[in-house]
């Protein structure tokens, strides 16, 4: 499965940002989707992950800002991010994972200023 993102920018705190993540290829009708994400210095976090059947789960740092959806038509998923923070400057990676194994992004860069 590949992996493609877009969405991501520069913006200001407070402001939003949407992600897309475009997957092609083989995909199960079982999987699961996410976000991770990585800033300088840190390590990798996941952020938000949907399964094809919609259950989500946020990192506490996000909950209530971000919304994770997915449109399995359109094998693409999103995230919704509002009332962006500094803290949430990372780069933000999608990542696919089914029983025959998984996937990763190339990345996409998110800086919010203060």
């Known amino acids: 499965v590949q992996l493609v993102e877009s969405g991501g920018g520069l913006v200001q705190a407070g402001g939003s940002l949407k992600l897309s993540c475009a997957a092609s290829g083989s995909m199960l009708t079982i999987n699961v989707m996410g976000w991770y994400r990585q800033a300088p210095g840190k390590e990798r976090e996941l952020v938000a992950s949907?399964?094809?059947?919609?259950?989500?789960k946020y990192a506490d740092s996000v909950k209530a800002r971000f919304t994770i959806s997915r449109s399995n038509d359109k094998n693409t998923m999103y995230m919704l991010m509002n009332s962006l923070k500094p803290e949430d400057t990372a780069v933000y990676s999608c990542a696919y994972v089914d029983e025959q194994g998984g996937s990763w992004g190339q990345g996409t860069q998110v800086t919010v200023s203060s």
């Open positions: 949907i399964t094809s059947r919609g259950t989500t």
